[in-house]
């Protein structure tokens, strides 16, 4: 005798919790996003009580500003090369020069010595 077919979840958190992403992410911004879908995913999320790996020091690429102006977006290459549109650095033609866990950047900008910037 076949076993009863058994109806489709109605809600996320009936979900089987080995479909979640949340481990697979390696870019910390896209976690974070994630984590706003909804009060379900995060109630999984909450009874797995998962601890997420640590995130991998970001890897961002220039983009052209869409007005032209003063700032200058970044795409992360962990995220598939997506801009996220909240992370600006000013001045534009600012290099960096490396990166760290908890998303701090390191960058210079201009020619003298005092010209740089740590963002978090």
């Known amino acids: 005798m076949a076993a009863p077919h058994q109806p489709p979840p109605t809600s996320l958190v009936d979900l089987d919790d080995d479909i979640l992403l949340h481990r697979i992410l390696p870019c910390k911004a896209d976690r974070g996003r994630v984590s706003l879908v909804c009060k379900a995913w995060r109630a999984v999320m909450g009874r797995l009580n998962l601890e997420a790996p640590r995130p991998l020091p970001w ?3 220039p983009t052209p500003s869409p007005d ?6 970044v795409a992360c290459v962990l995220s598939g090369c997506r801009v996220h549109h909240y992370l600006t650095i000013k001045p534009p033609r600012a290099r960096c020069f490396g990166s760290h866990d908890g998303a701090w950047l390191f960058l ?8 740089h910037q740590l963002l978090n």
Request: avoid cysteine; charge should be positive; glycine fraction near 18%.
């Open 68 to 73: 032209g102006g003063s700032t200058r977006r």
């Open 108 to 115: 210079h900008h201009g020619r003298t010595r005092n010209h």
């Open 59 to 61: 890897l961002l690429l």
